[in-house]
Each structure stands twice: as structure tokens, then as C-alpha cells.
């Protein structure tokens, strides 16, 4: 027995066509920036240069950033240097031991600051301790991929500091072809996403929050 077909058939719900359009600009405009930001992240390390800084700030975190700080503090391309985001219990001759450096020869200049958990902490962690110690500017020591994200929250922390960039290449990072070594690429989209919303939340945080 056959049964009568429906009066009113149920209709398959339509995205209008702005909407469609407006989801693939901003999916071509996130791919594109993803593209820009990509290239932004620096291929290589600078010499240092003649002219030291006032202070080194390393982030940790990652791999050669402290054995990197160190080399430049032997070199007297600051006065000091100051290690953002150590760890509770961690000490200078702790860290000069990890790092294989003779404790004699580098403690006297080495601060370490315990209160950064992420990149705008240390940030503020270090606009504090430059303006305690009344220095304009420094060489900041992080990895490639984290200096864009670190740049833009430094300048936002210290609008008057001088930050000279001094990247760290990790050895598993591969910035050539990018796109072709899935950990890499999910390291970059991953450090996007992040800077897109640091760039986001320093747009509408409070100026004294900054």
C-alpha cells in the first residue's frame, strides 16, 4: 500500500550567499596573514654588533636561548643579563652549571626573575626590572618562531626601550618549506594563532595594563 506523498516537503536550510562569501574571505585573509606572518619569523641569527645594549633578556623556554644569552654576556654586549620565567627553586649557579659556564666568571651580572608563566608575563616581568635599573634597551634572546609574539608584547610592555632582536634557531625547527614538515607547520599556525590573539588583547587592554 503506498502512501501519499508529504503536502509540504521539508525544505534543506540555505546559507545566504553573503555569509558563504564573508566565511571565505576571512578563511583567505587568516591563510594569507598565516602566510605573511610566516615569513616575518627570522632565518638568521645576528653577529653581535659593536654596540652593546644595556641589558640581555632571555626568555626561556626553548633550547640554546641561555647558552646564546651567556655567549653574549661573556662578549660584554651588555652590563647584565636577565633570565625571564625561571622557575621557583632554580638559582644562578644552577643555570651557569646547566649551561656548562664557570660560575665565577658570569654571576656577578646574571638577574633571574621568577614571576612571568607566559610571554606578556615576561614581558612586564622585564619592563619592571629595566626601569628598576633605569636601562634603555636591550638584546632580546628567544627563538625564531617565538620573536615575532615576543616583539609585540616587549614594545607594548616598553614603548621606550630599545629591543634589539637576537633569535635562536631550535635545530628541529625548518623554516624553508615550512609547509612540507608537519611539525613545523603546526609550530608556526600554532604561534599564529597566538599572535593573532596577542594582537587582539593588547588592542583592548587598558594602557597601564601594557
Given amino acids: 500500500m503506498s502512501h501519499p506523498a508529504p503536502i509540504f516537503a521539508p525544505r534543506r536550510r540555505r546559507w545566504p550567499?553573503?555569509?558563504?562569501?564573508?566565511?571565505?574571505?576571512?578563511?583567505?585573509?587568516?591563510?594569507?596573514g598565516l602566510v605573511l606572518f610566516a615569513g616575518t619569523i627570522p632565518r638568521d641569527t645576528p653577529a653581535a654588533t659593536a654596540v652593546p645594549t644595556d641589558a640581555i633578556v632571555v626568555l626561556t623556554g626553548g633550547s640554546g636561548r641561555l647558552t646564546e644569552g651567556l655567549a653574549l654576556l661573556a662578549a660584554a654586549q651588555a652590563r647584565k643579563l636577565f633570565v625571564s620565567g625561571v622557575y621557583r627553586g632554580v638559582d644562578v649557579a644552577e643555570l651557569l652549571r646547566v649551561s656548562r659556564q664557570a660560575p665565577e666568571d658570569l654571576a656577578c651580572c646574571i638577574v633571574l626573575g621568577y614571576a612571568a608563566g607566559n610571554t606578556r608575563g615576561n614581558a612586564r616581568e622585564t619592563a619592571r626590572w629595566m626601569a628598576d635599573e633605569a636601562y634603555g634597551s636591550l638584546r632580546l634572546v628567544t627563538a625564531n618562531y617565538h620573536m615575532p609574539r615576543s616583539l609585540l608584547e616587549f614594545h607594548r610592555a616598553m614603548p621606550g626601550v630599545a629591543v634589539v632582536p637576537h633569535p635562536v634557531h631550535p635545530?628541529?625547527?625548518?623554516?624553508?618549506?615550512?609547509?612540507?614538515?608537519?611539525?613545523?607547520?603546526?609550530?608556526?599556525?600554532?604561534?599564529?594563532?597566538?599572535?593573532?590573539?596577542?594582537?587582539?588583547?593588547?588592542?583592548?587592554?587598558?594602557?597601564?595594563?601594557?
Avoid at 17 to 32: E, M, Q, T, Y
Avoid at 178 to 204: D, I
Wanted: aromatic letters at 14%; a positive charge; hydrophobic letters at 60%.
Fill in 17 to 32: 550567499r553573503w555569509a558563504i562569501a564573508g566565511a571565505v574571505a576571512v578563511l583567505v585573509a587568516w591563510a594569507a
Fill in 171 to 210: 635545530e628541529h625547527v625548518k623554516l624553508d618549506g615550512w609547509w612540507h614538515w608537519p611539525g613545523t607547520a603546526r609550530l608556526v599556525v600554532s604561534e599564529y594563532v597566538k599572535y593573532l590573539g596577542a594582537l587582539v588583547a593588547t588592542q583592548f587592554a587598558p594602557a597601564a595594563a601594557r
